[in-house]
């Protein structure tokens, strides 16, 4: 576990489609697979929105109208390459400070024609600092330091 | 004296002082003469919290030279990497049911 660059969480996928396919569903139908409880909003969201377009971001819009801004599309190469800003604190706050943002990367590579390899990497996370830089903001916040220290704790006891 | 359940962050954190420590800790490592330069307290009482919030896991110690360091534990950016890296594999094995099903229907 220390030998673990904690900055850094890669993942990888297979997945039976063209790269095309793959690609399109990715940022069209983003939505559909984050986890649906993983949003900001304080109203059910309906829908996720990619906008597929270096300069665009992706955002959650709720039943109300609202919008949450929570990523900025930073490159968009169909179908082979897509990069976007993580503007979520620590804290589960939208961060407006692209210097405490980490990134995302995500490469899709052709197998065959009908099989599409999917990298992933969310580097930089240190950059959103250990969430300490926003304790004066987010310690009374139950989002905050209890849940930051509840899964710490949960680390340590090994859970 | 010792009213708080040991290793527990959260109650170490309860305090004003504490979480001012934590956030001037935030910015560098630092002495403790350098946290008591900065706090409306004595050398004494910054030792007295830092021992605190060593004990709850949020704070380390390295000697460098004679002086004491202190700086905050790296288990901000691990608890950070943790909730991440859980959310990306259900992300991706979502996004497989999403790709592979289409097709599917198609057929």
């Known amino acids: ?159 | 004296m010792v009213t708080y359940e040991e290793g527990d962050g959260w109650a170490a954190l309860g305090d004003r002082t504490r979480r001012a420590i934590v956030v001037s800790l935030a910015e560098r490592p630092q002495s403790v003469g350098e946290l008591a330069s900065t706090l409306p307290i004595s050398r004494p009482a910054v030792s007295q919290h830092l021992k605190v919030l060593k004990n709850a896991g949020l704070v380390a110690e390295h000697a460098a030279g004679t002086r004491r360091i202190y700086e905050l534990n790296t288990a901000g950016v691990i608890a950070l990497h943790d909730q991440l890296d859980t959310f990306w594999s259900r992300a991706m094995s979502g996004f497989r049911d999403a790709v592979e099903q289409p097709a599917q229907e198609q057929s």
Request: charged fraction near 25%; include cysteine.
């Open chain 1, 1 to 159: 576990m220390t030998d673990v660059d904690h900055t850094i969480v890669r993942r990888q996928i297979v997945v039976e489609a063209p790269i095309e396919q793959a690609f399109t569903v990715f940022t069209d139908r983003f939505g559909d697979f984050k986890p649906a409880e993983h949003n900001l909003m304080a109203s059910q969201i309906t829908e996720t929105v990619f906008e597929p377009h270096v300069g665009g971001h992706i955002f959650d819009r709720a039943l109300d109208g609202s919008e949450c801004h929570w990523a900025r599309v930073l490159a968009y190469e169909p179908p082979d390459r897509v990069v976007f800003s993580w503007d979520i604190s620590p804290y589960w706050q939208i961060e407006t400070d692209p210097e405490h943002t980490s990134e995302v990367e995500v490469r899709f590579i052709a197998e065959t024609d009908q099989r599409t390899r999917l990298e992933l990497e969310h580097r930089n996370i240190d950059r959103h600092g250990p969430g300490w830089e926003g304790v004066r903001d987010g310690v009374d916040n139950d989002a905050g330091w209890p849940l930051y220290l509840a899964r710490y704790a949960a680390l340590l006891a090994g859970v």
